[in-house]
Structure formats: structure tokens, C-alpha cells
């Protein structure tokens, strides 16, 4: 978890337009106290250097979009496969041993809900609820899993209660494969300092530049202002776990549910 994790999205938005802002506002002031004849001369090379800083500032910003956007991708397979193998394993219940089958389907029952409840909890950012949420829904893997290896004891219809196994291992990759992606697999913080650094520093050149010409524009430095934050914006909030601009279509889980609860009615 980073500090931005913690941030309201709004905050983190009004921050990055107010700071490059306030640079572009050094960057004009300290171009107007340098105007003379031989500081115009140095016009074409910051030209040339604002315009080399904002296309790197762009790249920059198309790469790590590029990789949260992986990052979320890889999160949302995770998801369709982990709602697949919790019905497959509803389904392989009536297959395992009759004594076992009612607690096989209450647990995953359970599961569901509580994927459904740590999703919410994620969206209103209490990440203590969440990392409960996954302890006890790990707990929920370890009980199922003991259930089949009890059912494939013995010299019962071991295929049969096979498919119920390889479900519950499919659950626990997918499991796995949410929290990594969500957790683990973010955009490093360095990276997070390069851009931001790099969205300063142009911001000051392109200052610097207009208050070598003596002239600037309002609309042109809050809309760039605008426009970089919020890619920036973006970018933070496929990276962040509990995402509130994107969000992940929990339909799926909310069907699978109820469709467990209707087939024992």
C-alpha cells in the first residue's frame, strides 16, 4: 500500500493541477526577471527543450497507463476465473459424498457473499475489512479443500469427486492471481517520482519559456494543467486496489449467487 492508496481521488487531482500550476507561475516569474538580449537568445533551446520535456512527460504517461491498464486486464481474468471455478464447484458438490455435499455448498455460499462484501469494502477504501475479508475467505479455501480430500478417500468414485478438487484448487489460483495483481503487482514508487518530477520540471520549462517572451496564457496553463493530471488520475486509479473511477462489473458474483441460493430452494 502506497500513500496514494489513502488519498481521495479528488485530493490527489486538486494537488497535481495546483503544483505544476505553481511551477509554470516560478518558471514565467523567473523567465521575466531574466529577459534581456542575452537571455532571447537562449529562446530557440528552451523551446527545444520544452518541446523534447513534453513529449517525454507524454511517454512517460503512455507507459504507465500502459502497464496499469495490464494490471487491471490481468485483475479482471482473475475475477471471471474465480466466479467460474466457484460454480464448477457448486456443481461438482452433488458429485462428493452425500454426508459432505450440504457443507460444500453452505461454504461456498459463504465464499461468494463474502468475495460480493470485500469488493465493497475495497470500494469505501477500509482496507482493515478487506484484509479480514481475504484472511477468512482463505480460511473458507482450507475447509473446502479438506472436505474433498475426505471425500476422495477410499475407494469411493474418485473421478467423480476429483472434479470438485480441481475446482477448489481453481478457486485458490485465482484467489491468488486477485491479490497479486491487486496488491503486489503496482507501479513502483520510483516510477511514480520520475513521472511526477518529470510533469514539474516541464511545467517550470514551459514557464520559464513564456516569461522569456513576456506573455502567457491562463486558459493554455490550466487546461495543460487539467489534461496531465488527468491521465495522472487515471493511471492512479487503475493502479489503486480500491478503484473508483474503473471498476469491475460484480454482476457475475451477484448472479452466481443467487443461483446457488435458488437451486436448494
Not at 502506497?2 to 516560478?26: K, R, S, W
Not at 527543450?49 to 495490464?70: D, E, N, R, V
Not at 516541464?202 to 520559464?208: A, D, E, K, R
Amino acid at each position: 500500500m502506497t500513500i496514494l492508496d489513502y488519498m481521495p481521488l479528488g485530493l490527489v487531482f486538486i494537488i497535481a493541477v495546483l503544483a505544476q500550476v505553481l511551477f509554470i507561475e516560478i518558471g514565467f516569474r523567473y523567465g521575466l526577471a531574466r529577459q534581456g538580449k542575452q537571455y532571447k537568445a537562449q529562446m530557440a533551446q528552451v523551446r527545444a527543450i520544452m518541446g523534447a520535456s513534453l513529449g517525454l512527460l507524454a511517454f512517460m504517461l503512455a507507459f504507465t497507463f500502459s502497464m496499469a491498464q495490464q494490471n487491471y486486464d490481468e485483475r479482471t481474468r482473475a475475477y471471471m476465473m474465480e466466479v467460474s471455478a466457484i460454480d464448477l464447484a457448486f456443481r461438482g458438490a452433488d458429485l462428493i459424498k452425500k454426508d459432505a455435499r450440504a457443507d460444500a455448498k453452505e461454504l461456498l455460499r459463504k465464499f461468494a457473499k463474502l468475495r460480493l462484501a470485500t469488493t465493497q469494502a475495497a470500494k469505501n477504501a477500509d482496507m482493515e475489512a478487506v484484509i479480514n475479508m481475504v484472511r477468512e475467505s482463505e480460511e473458507i479455501h482450507d475447509d473446502l479443500w479438506s472436505i474433498a480430500e475426505i471425500s476422495m478417500e477410499g475407494s469411493g468414485d474418485g473421478e467423480d469427486t476429483g472434479i470438485f478438487a480441481q475446482s477448489v484448487l481453481a478457486m485458490i489460483n485465482a484467489h491468488d492471481a486477485r491479490l497479486q495483481n491487486a496488491l503486489f503487482n503496482r507501479i513502483s514508487p520510483v516510477i511514480w517520482l520520475t513521472l511526477f518530477a518529470m510533469a514539474l520540471m516541464s511545467m517550470l520549462v514551459m514557464g520559464y519559456q513564456a516569461g522569456l517572451t513576456g506573455t502567457r496564457s491562463s486558459l493554455a496553463t490550466w487546461v495543460l494543467a487539467i489534461t496531465f493530471s488527468s491521465v495522472m488520475i487515471l493511471i492512479t486509479d487503475l493502479d489503486r486496489p480500491n478503484m473508483t473511477l474503473f471498476q469491475m462489473n460484480q454482476q457475475l458474483m451477484i448472479e452466481l449467487d443467487g443461483r446457488m441460493e435458488g437451486i436448494e430452494k
